[in-house]
């Protein structure tokens, strides 16, 4: 009779703490259900906010051109200019040349027509901008397309604009 005993108060003592389970993970489902909600909502901002930041970015036209939308503002300087490069690693002085450069200008950018004449009267400067790009490199980082990437970032940011969408350099070469 002993054993049949211990045998029930141990199923009563299980069935009782199945019980107290359940109840427990229902509490605390409903507790913790609204703070799950506001965080999601919270994520859901801040993930709409960086969209709209990428769509923004877009939103110029920048991005949605062809061959024809494009026109060139070519710069060809008189003679081949010799740049120094930042001292590398064998602490030796090496240099780039450039013939010049052409940048690509969308014609289907809102604020084409103010950046056309803006980028004829400032050609000194974007010039200085490729030149300092090009003169912040050593031998070892320089590469056509890492300098391009930089100075049209860089007048893109000058400029205030997304008009500037392609950079050529002419003739450059490094050593």
Do not use: W
Request: charged share 25%.
């Amino acid at each position: 009779m002993e054993i049949i005993m211990k045998k029930n108060i141990f199923s009563v003592i299980i069935a009782a703490l199945t019980v107290i389970n359940v109840v427990l993970t229902a509490i605390m489902f409903f507790v913790m259900l609204p703070t799950f909600q506001k965080t999601n909502n919270l994520i859901t901002q801040v993930a709409s906010v960086l969209n709209l930041e990428l769509e923004d970015e877009d939103s110029e036209g920048a991005q949605d051109y062809t061959l024809k939308d494009l026109e060139q503002y070519s710069v060809a300087f008189e003679s081949q200019q010799t740049l120094n490069l930042s001292s590398g690693e064998d602490k030796k002085m090496h240099y780039a040349m450039l013939d010049g450069y052409t940048l690509s200008l969308n014609k289907k950018a809102k604020d084409y027509k103010d950046i056309s004449s803006t980028v004829k009267a400032n050609e000194a400067t974007l010039t200085d901008i490729i030149r300092g790009v090009i003169q912040s490199h050593t031998v070892d980082n320089i590469s056509e397309d890492a300098v391009k990437k930089e100075a049209l970032e860089q007048i893109q940011k000058k400029l205030d604009s997304k008009a500037v969408v392609e950079i050529s350099l002419t003739n450059l070469m490094y050593n």
